[in-house]
């Protein structure tokens, strides 16, 4: 027998306003950061403490995963706005005030208190492995802590196997404590509390009848800091398909949610590696209780039809996308629990309502989805290493686009798996498969007299849109153990059926002096088991200089010296010709390509625009070469208040005709007229050098498009363009109205590229403003010149 009980007593000392979205209330002003503070990767000289952190529009909370006697939580006056909460970076995380956490456990009379986890214990560059990352976006935060420590008063160490769960939501921080022991005892009880001044909470298991070796227990605390972090467990919620099957929902009090289980679902169409044109989807009713209230929801999907790429849009019930978000969390590696997909979202319940989940995989409408996710290493790596954020790209279902690993938690770079877009080896080469086209990259890479490597603190990741038109996700944080650099990070993919396309913004800003013993602002490389026949490099007016790699060559040497690229932008460097060199059967793969838009380094007050390069030699037999992008004039040392912008676009390319099976045919028919050539790589560097007009709105961007609407009618004309340009409109009045039109011969046609009905646009909401952004992807192959207009119809 057992006996629960629960106390506690909350000081709230915030007031929720009410959202004043248009129709549907979208939940945007609700969300979640989790970050390390101090990093996670860090160099051997590194003193400062584990810590980490959660930061909410409401309140934040900070663990030293190596002192449970350093626990800090508090309320915050944070902004409304979940982008603009990046700009103050971690800060107020460390201003937060002091709060006791106790995990206890009470054996035959002898009292057990948690001290560290496992995390906290261990030396390295990546002793952080057993804090893991389960799920992490807009909303939810899902970590574990393995190896919980548990002493006496007289410090003695108790034998177990525990765990501590943490997940938090933008009004609430929920803690599990799971424990086994490794020997029977006639009474035993275990302890959860919080103590701070934003409120008191306890709960407490006794088990009445004692615990028995190797059983395990687990004790459950949910800490409500807002209004909506206490939710209603007798709620009525409903899941089922359009065709009426129905699924099991239930709140769950690990996760503060209710939960929909959709387990091995069967579908009419097929799955896996194909070219899915068809979507999940899934009818959520809600009962409707007050104004302002949000209903945490969670669809637990085991497994999704392609785990690889896929998009979740919450519609409303004709299949319109609303704008409110949807989190993007997965994990393919874990083989106890197999492929699953985590989307949260906040459910807007100020009256009844039924939504419509809708889940592409690989096309959306008549192209493409693009998806930017947050996925879970738990599982990939057996050794002690992994388990932090990871985020993956990609363009349809077919295996990864991009991945960056943001906490360098598996290797000491920030970006990794580099693939194609719809490329197999010859005419009957498979379809729908992985790709490769070299592994590797980094951003910013300094060493100093001190510091081996710049490594980021204070990192916080904003996923803005997840797709399936354009994605958007920030990063914001600094390099640098003494937070040298400011830094800040704009990634981004599209919906397209050419190439894959990743653009990267990139934002450094030296707060301290820095003398660098070596630098480079961004790579590509480090790849293994692939050969660079051919460097190629060139301007916006076409190819200064291509090069043929000889073999052999010796490896870490330059085989191009530091080079300033003259003449105007965009510049451009291209791997020509570069594939997999290992033994036995390959992917389908290609070339990697990078196209600078902008490169702006303003250095002791003096403004730099040209890039400068260098290729090393990063192997031989074959030559594989690495590209850096480089400081200005061999610049290495830095004063504070210089600054260096890029606007970089990466992509990647097969090599002939015959490799591409996508339907683009302005594409298969510029390859098979430029098999193997730098001019594809200046075809996308010189034709999407886009000139953009507007009227009844002001340009933000120039590519992808932005464009701030300020009439009812928002007319855009472009010149050039290549691929399915996106094109945003931000500020809008409501999620529904808004019609795209080409206007041809002087004649408005709408815009459709629909398959199953409003499946061609995507929405997002933007709490900050109360207006909403749509996005289109614009086909612009063989158009010289074009017109569209945006119509806000009420």
Same mark, same amino acid.
């Given at each position: ?62 663990? +030293? ?6 626990? !800090?939580?508090? *309320? ?13 970076? #971690? ?39 057993? #804090? ?55 009474? $035993? ?85 194909? +070219? ?104 990939? $790596? ?12 990609? =363009? ?10 943001? +906490? ?20 009957? /080469? ?69 190439? $894959? ?16 013993? +070596?630098?480079?602002?961004?790579? *590509? ?37 530091? =080079? ?16 997999? $060199?290992?033994?036995?059967?390959? !992917? ?38 690495? =590209? ?8 290495? !040392?830095? @004063?504070? /208040? ?23 045919? @302005? ?9 193997? %050539? ?20 002001? *340009? ?33 009045? %409501? ?35 109360? %207006? ?13 010149? %074009? ?8």
């Amino acid at each position: 027998m057992m006996k629960q009980t629960t106390h506690y007593v909350a000081i709230l000392l915030c007031t929720l306003g009410a959202l004043q979205a248009a129709e549907l209330q979208a939940a945007g002003g609700d969300y979640t950061y989790s970050c390390w503070p101090n990093g996670w990767r860090k160099n051997t000289t590194d003193p400062s403490a584990d810590v980490f952190g959660i930061e909410t529009n409401v309140y934040g909370f900070t663990l +030293d995963v190596a002192d449970f006697n350093e626990v !800090k939580l508090g *309320l915050l006056d944070s902004p409304a706005d979940y982008e603009q909460a990046l700009d103050h970076k #971690a800060e107020k995380l460390k201003t937060l005030p002091k709060a006791d956490l106790v995990i206890e456990l009470e054996l035959d009379g002898q009292r057990y208190q948690a001290k560290a986890c496992q995390a906290g214990l261990g030396k390295g560059p990546t002793h952080l492995y057993a #804090a893991r990352l389960w799920e992490s976006g807009r909303y939810v935060q899902h970590y574990d802590f393995e190896g919980l420590v548990f002493k006496n008063t007289k410090n003695e160490t108790l034998v177990c196997d525990a765990v501590l769960d943490l997940v938090a939501w933008p009004g609430s921080l929920t803690l599990t404590a799971t424990v086994s022991l490794n020997q029977s005892y006639e009474s $035993a009880s275990l302890r959860l509390g919080l103590k701070s001044e934003a409120g008191d909470w306890q709960e407490s298991l006794v088990l009445e009848d004692g615990w028995s070796q190797g059983q395990q227990k687990s004790l459950t605390m949910t800490c409500p800091l807002a209004p909506n972090g206490r939710v209603d467990p007798a709620q009525e919620v409903t899941v089922e398909t359009p065709d009426g099957k129905k699924f099991p929902v239930a709140f769950d009090p690990k996760k503060n949610c209710y939960v929909a289980s959709v387990k091995n679902l069967r579908r009419s169409w097929q799955n896996g590696y194909t +070219d899915i044109r068809d979507y999940d989807e899934f009818k959520i009713t809600v009962n409707g209780s007050s104004p302002d209230s949000k209903l945490p929801f969670l669809l637990d999907m085991r497994p999704p039809a392609n785990v690889t790429g896929l998009c979740p849009m919450l519609c409303d019930e004709q299949g319109r996308p609303t704008g409110i978000p949807v989190q993007l969390s997965k994990n393919w590696h874990n083989a106890a629990m197999g492929a699953y997909f985590m989307p949260y979202t906040l459910l807007p319940t100020d009256e009844s309502r039924t939504y419509r989940l809708r889940i592409a995989y690989g096309f959306y409408g008549t192209l493409p989805s693009a998806s930017h996710a947050q996925l879970s290493l738990l599982g990939y $790596a057996n050794r002690k290493t992994g388990n932090g954020r990871w985020d993956q790209l990609a =363009i349809g279902c077919w295996g990864e686009t991009i991945c960056f690993d943001m +906490d360098m938690s598996l290797v000491d770079v920030a970006i990794t798996d580099i693939r194609m877009l719809m490329t197999r080896s010859g005419l009957r /080469g498979r379809k729908w498969g992985w790709t490769n086209a070299g592994w590797g990259g980094d951003w910013l890479n300094i060493e100093d007299a001190h510091q081996k490597k710049y490594l980021w603190t204070d990192l916080k990741t904003a996923y803005l849109a997840h797709g399936p038109c354009l994605t958007d996700v920030k990063y914001d944080g600094y390099y640098g153990a003494n937070r040298e650099i400011d830094f800040s990070a704009q990634v981004q993919t599209l919906r397209t059926d050419d190439y $894959a396309r990743t653009f990267q913004k990139l934002s450094y800003t030296f707060t301290r002096d820095v003398a660098a013993k +070596d630098v480079s602002l961004y790579k *590509l490389g480090r790849t293994r088991a692939y050969q660079t026949p051919r460097l190629a490099y060139g301007n916006g007016d076409g190819l200064l200089t291509e090069l043929d790699v000889p073999d052999p060559v010796r490896r870490g040497e330059l085989f191009l010296e530091p =080079i300033e690229l003259s003449g105007p932008a965009p510049h451009w460097v291209a791997f020509v010709g570069a594939s997999e $060199a290992a033994s036995g059967q390959s !992917k389908p793969n290609g070339y990697r390509a990078l196209i600078i838009r902008q490169y702006q380094a303003v250095i002791g007050g003096k403004t730099y625009t040209q890039p400068s390069l260098r290729a090393p030699v990063q192997s031989v037999n074959p030559a594989n070469l690495d =590209i850096e992008l480089l400081p200005p004039d061999g610049i290495r !040392k830095f @004063s504070k /208040g210089d600054r260096i912008e890029l606007d970089l676009e990466l992509i990647t390319l097969p090599r002939v005709a015959d490799d591409y099976y996508g339907p683009n045919e @302005s594409f298969r028919k510029h390859l098979t007229d430029n098999q193997n %050539s730098w001019k594809t790589t200046y075809r996308e560097a010189k034709s999407n050098e886009l000139t953009v007009t507007v009227s009844g709105g002001t *340009l933000l961007g120039n590519y992808p498009v932005v464009i701030q609407a300020q009439q009812p009618e928002v007319t855009v004309g472009i010149e050039g363009g290549v691929g399915a340009v996106p094109v945003r409109f931000e500020g809008l009045k %409501s999620q529904l109205g808004n019609q795209l039109y080409q206007v041809v011969d002087g004649k408005r046609i709408r815009f459709d590229q629909s398959i199953h009905g409003h499946d061609f646009w995507q929405t997002d909401y933007n709490a900050a403003t109360d %207006s909403y952004k749509v996005t289109f992807n614009l086909p612009l192959d063989e158009l010289e010149e %074009s017109q569209w207009v945006l119509v806000q119809e009420s």
